[in-house]
């Protein structure tokens, strides 16, 4: 063969193989429900004051009353961390029972059935950070579900198909939060999912009707004029375990750097 | 109570709905896998390089890879909290996931050692099934016997040296595909913990070929171990039996093959041996040069709380110790199956370093968790996520391995019809 005839051939073949290839893209479905004028109107946000956040636990208690998770089991939804500074430097952070019960004592609980008290003369700085369920907008638990019995909703909501569940644990361990754990009764992957049964109904979560300070808010991010997009938008939020890429959606106001 | 809280404890600060979730099971999967791609890499090295010292070897690798291969993916079955659901992998495999691919990697791999099986064993079940069906009045255990083998042949009696040669191509054509494939089926378990970003001990691209190269050490030792204990109880059966006819292969015969056998073998578990350190060692070094966030807690985690997990069982015992046995002149066998006893060791330990290791501190990174195996079960969970259950795994192939090979004949091929 000569060389013509050869890069002749070659560019034929090439082109014959690129346009086949080219005609087949991908459809992706998330892309065109976009694409659509018609599409999601709703985008569930929530917002954490850290600085209205008491300790109290009426959030977490609610939560486990509203959602059906065993009161008594050492699993929760939603949690609050307490969070505190000593003069010398050094930091403290516990969650008993996931502050079911609050805060009662000011002893730092450090597992295995042992405190640490810590003198209040001692203490820099302390505060509270309620945590739940990021509804992640690239949520690594639905990219691990090797069944996809976990999904993201149209609206942003991350929720879990207890009858499909084959019960892993691999979206428990995709999870930088730890929002994830087995249903004590169900035995299927569970998580906050912002009581959809409740929001899609134009109620609050419990947890946000249950706090009594305002400390949790939700809102939903694509309507300008709901007040929780406005505070997100026109005040300093932060976020957690941004390096992890998930972009959660669940902003807090008062957040420290030594925040886990 | 909430699954996985009776073997953790929780210190200092740990996130509420935080427990060692990928218990022991978790560590039997990649550890039988890895026999699977080990032994099955270990025939190969026959069939397709022509590594002629490793022909009495690569036959019995085959079938005991094929042995191996069922038992693999019990560890998930067991540790599933729905095993009746586990099917869901293959009705709506969600492929973003690592674990969705299983069952497809799983069954094509699984395809391969039994068409390879099959090509290399049709000349045997040929020539049991052909007398067979020839001979008239049959008992009952016989017609039994013509059934089964008669459906092995798949209805192919060609015995022809054409055929033959056929045969040997194909065989040669599969384990060369099932090289890559093996290494996939191994390389893909560690691709699943590596790509968990959530988990700073395991997020590493390395993880995948750290697998495949403890996993065909692992293989290869576990084909080492159970060839010569196959060889001495033959040894033994062949003294008794020498007692009453005159003929038989002596015990110095039979000790000489198989020394030989078991030297070349070694050889090669060396070889990937020091791949698999090298690059453990690297991973090591690399995150402590880094030093990146999750630092702080991984060096608090295996310079200290798995400090004798990690240096002295899995890197000692497990790893230099056998390097040492082996290395030293004048390999006898029993100094052999004391070094592949301690690779094998030192494979599971790592295993359980990973797996255990990568769960022994918080997503919080300021708490730690500490695993206890269950070892007198007390209920289903506690059996199947304990010591017994663990145990039941790893007999399980040598229990199949008994049964494949009555079909399957490792040694003697000439002699056994």
């Given at each position: ?10 560019a ?19 892309k065109?429900?976009?694409?659509k ?8 946000v ?18 486990k009353?509203e ?19 000593t ?12 502050a079911?019960d ?8 450090l597992?295995?059935g ?16 309620p ?17 996809g ?7 942003g ?7 499909w ?40 979560t419990?947890?946000?009707q249950?706090?009594?300070f ?15 997009t406005?505070?997100?938008?026109t ?5 957690l375990?941004e ?11 008062g957040?420290?750097r030594e925040?886990? | 109570m909430?699954?996985g809280?009776?073997?953790t ?22 550890f ?8 099955f ?28 291969l ?7 079955v067991?540790?599933?909290q ?9 009705m ?9 691919a299983f069952g497809?990697?799983?069954s ?25 069906k020839?001979?008239q ?5 016989e ?15 060609d ?11 194909a065989?040669?054509i ?15 378990a ?15 691209p390395?993880?995948p ?9 692992s293989?290869?030792a576990?084909c080492?171990l ?27 015969e ?15 578990l ?8 090298t690059?453990?060692?690297l ?9 990146v966030?999750s630092?702080?807690?991984l ?8 400090f ?6 899995q890197?000692g ?11 030293l ?5 029993r ?23 990568g ?16 070892i ?8 199947k996520?304990?010591?017994?259950g ?7 192939p040598?229990?199949l ?11 003697n ?5």
């Amino acid at each position: 063969m000569k060389r013509r005839e050869f890069l002749k051939k070659a560019a034929i073949g090439v082109a014959g193989i690129t346009l086949p290839l080219a005609a087949l893209e991908i459809v992706n479905p998330r892309k065109m429900f976009a694409g659509k004028d018609d599409g999601a109107k709703v985008r569930w946000v929530f917002l954490v004051d850290t600085y209205k956040c008491v300790g109290c636990g009426l959030c977490v208690k609610a939560c486990k009353n509203e959602n059906e998770i065993p009161y008594d089991a050492n699993v929760t939804r939603t949690w609050v961390e307490r969070y505190v500074f000593t003069k010398d430097g050094k930091f403290h952070a516990d969650t008993p029972k996931g502050a079911r019960d609050g805060f009662i004592t000011s002893k730092i609980d450090l597992g295995q059935g042992k405190y640490e008290d810590i003198k209040s003369e001692d203490i820099q700085k302390a505060f509270f950070v309620p945590k739940l369920c990021n509804q992640c907008e690239n949520p690594p638990c639905v990219q691990v579900c090797p069944v996809g019995a976990t999904y993201q909703t149209p609206d942003g909501v991350v929720l879990v198909d207890r009858s499909w569940c084959i019960g892993c644990g691999y979206c428990i361990m995709g999870c930088p939060y730890g929002v994830r754990f087995f249903h004590p009764k169900y035995h299927t992957a569970e998580k906050c999912n912002f009581c959809y049964h409740r929001i899609t109904k134009g109620l609050k979560t419990a947890c946000v009707q249950a706090c009594p300070f305002g400390a949790r808010q939700i809102g939903n991010m694509k309507d300008p004029k709901d007040p929780v997009t406005k505070i997100i938008m026109t005040e300093r939020v932060g976020i957690l375990k941004e390096e992890y890429g998930t972009k959660p959606q669940v902003f807090y106001i008062g957040l420290d750097r030594e925040v886990k | 109570m909430v699954h996985g809280e009776i073997w953790t404890v929780k210190e200092l600060f740990v996130y509420p709905n935080e427990f060692i979730y990928w218990s022991v099971q978790i560590v039997m999967y990649p550890f039988m896998t890895g026999l699977v791609a080990g032994a099955f890499v270990l025939s190969s090295l026959y069939h397709v390089f022509g590594i002629k010292e490793l022909k009495d070897m690569a036959r019995f690798a085959l079938v005991f890879s094929f042995a191996l291969l069922f038992a693999a993916p019990m560890p998930i079955v067991l540790h599933l909290q729905h095993p009746l659901r586990g099917i869901n992998v293959m009705m709506t495999p969600h492929f973003t996931s690592a674990i969705a691919a299983f069952g497809i990697v799983f069954s094509t791999y699984g395809a391969i050692v039994a068409s390879e099986l099959w090509f290399l064993y049709r000349k045997h079940f040929v020539e049991i099934a052909l007398p067979l069906k020839e001979k008239q009045d049959k008992t009952i255990a016989e017609w039994f016997k013509f059934l089964i083998f008669c459906t092995l042949t798949l209805g192919v009696y060609d015995l022809s040296e054409e055929s033959l040669k056929r045969d040997e191509k194909a065989i040669k054509i599969l384990a060369a595909i099932g090289i890559p494939v093996a290494c996939f089926l191994h390389g893909y378990a560690g691709f699943i913990f590596g790509s968990v970003k959530a988990n700073a001990l395991w997020m590493t691209p390395l993880m995948p070929v750290i697998f495949i190269m403890s996993a065909i050490v692992s293989g290869i030792a576990l084909c080492m171990l159970t060839y010569i204990v196959t060889m001495e109880v033959r040894k033994f059966l062949d003294s008794r039996k020498r007692a009453s006819y005159a003929g038989y292969r002596s015990p110095e015969e039979f000790k000489s093959a198989e020394l030989n056998v078991i030297k070349m073998t070694a050889r090669y578990l060396l070889f990937f041996l020091v791949f698999a350190i090298t690059l453990e060692l690297l991973d090591l070094i690399f995150r402590g040069y880094t030093a990146v966030k999750s630092w702080d807690v991984l060096r608090s985690v295996i310079y200290g709380r798995d400090f004798i997990d990690i240096f002295i069982m899995q890197y000692g015992v497990g790893n230099l110790l056998p390097f040492i046995l082996f290395l030293l002149p004048g390999l006898t066998i029993r100094r052999a199956v004391l070094g592949v006893l301690l690779v094998l060791f030192g494979v599971f330990m790592m295993r359980w370093n990973v797996v255990i290791g990568g769960q022994a501190f918080s997503l919080s990174f300021a708490g730690y968790m500490h695993y206890h195996l269950p070892i007198i079960p007390h209920d289903w969970e506690t059996f199947k996520e304990g010591l017994f259950g663990a145990l039941s795994i790893f007999i399980m192939p040598f229990v199949l391995f008994w049964f494949i090979a009555k079909i399957f004949p490792v040694f003697n091929l000439k002699e056994t019809h």
